[in-house]
T-cell receptor
Framework: TQLLEQSPQFLSIQEGENLTVYCNSS?????LQWYRQEPGEGPVLLVT?????EVKKLKRLTFQFGDARKDSSLHITAAQPGDTGLYLC???????????FGAGTRLFVKA | DAMVIQNPRYQVTQFGKPVTLSCSQT?????MYWYQQKSSQAPKLLFH???????NEADTPDNFQSRRPNTSFCFLDIRSPGLGDAAMYLC????????????????FGSGTRLTVV
């Protein structure tokens, strides 16, 4: 059974700080996504990575896929209160339909 | 705007009373999914439809059923809700199976929060 573990579970930081959250698995994924979910809403796709070692940037967010495609990280520079939310990583394999989700990192950025 | 819409946003049902949650999409995506998300837990796939082809996850209880009358609509039926079924139910869509490229991801609705009393 493929599992994704995310750490930390909770993170509370001050506005302007940097942070990194992690997504780890013992399984290889051909595709990994990061979503952000706000309270009472559905997750919103941030990025998809597919190549080992790939780095993608989305404004202040930097996503990295591990060389072995088993892990990923999300780094936020100069966090803002608008970054508050639940960050979910999700992985799947080519040709399949099932996407496995991690339990998420709940981020709170204080003004 | 193309989107995924779930109704209702909040549903309160009585223990054992059948309930139906609905999902519609204007994306014309082939695949529709139902996920169950409990507090502090990962969203858990219940089943998905690829066009009219229904695919149930092995550990989805028989209490959960689904219907997809056409491309745009998909329903989640809970035949006899128990207290343990209280959760956020998320509908998602995708164009097809997971491809080799990066042009992939789910579009989620806003979810239906189900309370069982």
């Amino acid at each position: 059974t493929q599992l994704l573990e995310q750490s930390p579970q909770f993170l509370s930081i001050q506005e302007g700080e940097n942070l990194t959250v992690y997504c780890n698995s013992s399984s290889v994924f051909s595709s990994l996504q990061w979503y952000r979910q706000e309270p009472g809403e559905g997750p919103v796709l941030l990025v998809t990575v597919v190549t080992g070692g790939e780095v993608k940037k989305l404004k202040r967010l930097t996503f990295q896929f591990g060389d072995a495609r088993k892990d990923s990280s999300l780094h936020i520079t100069a966090a803002q209160p608008g970054d508050t939310g639940l960050y979910l990583c999700a992985g799947g394999n080519t040709g399949g339909f099932k996407t496995i989700f991690g339990a998420g990192t709940r981020l709170f950025v204080k003004a | 705007d193309a989107m995924v819409i779930q109704n209702p946003r909040y549903q309160v049902t009585q223990f054992g009373k059948p309930v139906t949650l609905s999902c519609s999409q204007t994306l014309n995506h082939n695949v529709m999914y139902w996920y169950q998300q409990k507090s502090s837990q990962a969203p858990k796939l219940l089943f998905h439809y690829y066009d009219k082809d229904f695919n149930n996850e092995a550990d989805t209880p028989d209490n959960f059923q689904s219907r997809r009358p056409n491309t745009s609509f998909c329903f989640l039926d809970i035949r006899s809700p128990g207290l343990g079924d209280a959760a956020m139910y998320l509908c998602a869509t995708s164009r097809g199976a997971i491809p080799t490229g990066t042009n992939y991801g789910y579009t989620f609705g806003s979810g239906t929060r189900l309370t069982v009393v």
